[in-house]
């Protein structure tokens, strides 16, 4: 199975400032078709998840644009521009190139 | 809107069996793959199963292959998971979601396996 890596595990952040997880994956997320299916889900605490970004950097309707995804081949990241208090939660990575598809640990963001 | 409104988790035996339903609106469920992702207490998200819109492909994870089978009816708009000899370690709240990538998912139904 493809092992999802991410760090850090936890990230304090002051508000309005920025913010940065990174994911790497144990083999290359270009699937045959060309696209690359890695995915970015957040959980507020109590909720659901819900995913923010699909292949790599497309943002899921109503994502604000304070969030960005970039990468290619194993590693990627997660970028939020100004971190507001509706962002704490945890955010996980997740690949959906192979079969079966992969989440990664989970990385907690709390205010500092 | 879509909605995705999942039941039947509860208190079950080692061994036991569950049914869990998914009841989706808001979109053309045959024309959807849909999703199963567990969660155990306190802990992170894990893949269970998928099934392609029309039901002709089916992929689990190995830790439940040969115990879960994923299912549906798309004149219901339902999605299903028959669980069977459950395991402690299928304690969890199982979600469903649409769509091969999981957007978007339902509340969840916590399935507790405890003696």
């Known amino acids: 199975d493809v092992v999802m890596t991410q760090s850090p595990l936890s990230l304090p952040v002051t508000l309005g400032q920025p913010a940065s997880i990174s994911c790497r994956s144990s083999?290359?997320?270009?699937?045959?078709?060309?696209?690359?299916?890695l995915n970015w889900f957040q959980q507020r605490p109590g909720q659901s998840p819900r995913r923010l970004i699909y292949?790599?950097?497309n943002w899921d309707s109503g994502v604000p644009d304070r969030f960005s995804g970039s990468g290619s081949g194993t590693d990627f990241t997660l970028k939020i521009s100004r971190v507001e208090a509706e962002d704490v939660g945890v955010y996980y990575c997740?690949?959906?190139?192979?079969?079966?598809?992969?989440f990664g640990q989970g990385t907690k963001l709390e205010i500092k | 809107e879509v909605q995705l409104v999942e039941s039947g988790g509860g208190l079950v035996q080692p061994g036991g069996s569950l049914r869990l339903s998914c009841a989706a609106s808001?979109?053309?469920?045959?024309?959807?793959?849909m999703t199963w992702v567990r969660q155990a207490p306190g802990k992170g998200l894990e893949w269970v199963a998928n099934?392609?819109?029309?039901?002709?492909?089916?992929y689990y994870v190995d830790s439940v292959k040969g115990r879960f089978t994923i299912s549906r009816d798309n004149a219901k708009n339902s999605l299903y998971l028959q669980m069977n000899s459950l395991r402690a370690e299928d304690t969890a709240v199982y979600y469903c979601?649409?769509?091969?990538?999981?957007?978007?998912w339902g509340q969840g139904t916590l399935v507790t396996v405890s003696s």
């Open positions: 979601a649409r769509g091969k990538t999981a957007s978007p």
């Open positions: 808001g979109f053309t469920f045959s024309s959807f793959w």
């Open positions: 099934i392609k819109a029309d039901g002709s492909e089916k």
């Open positions: 083999q290359s997320l270009v699937y045959s078709d060309g696209n690359t299916y």
């Open positions: 292949k790599v950097s």
């Open positions: 997740m690949q959906a190139t192979h079969w079966p598809y992969t």
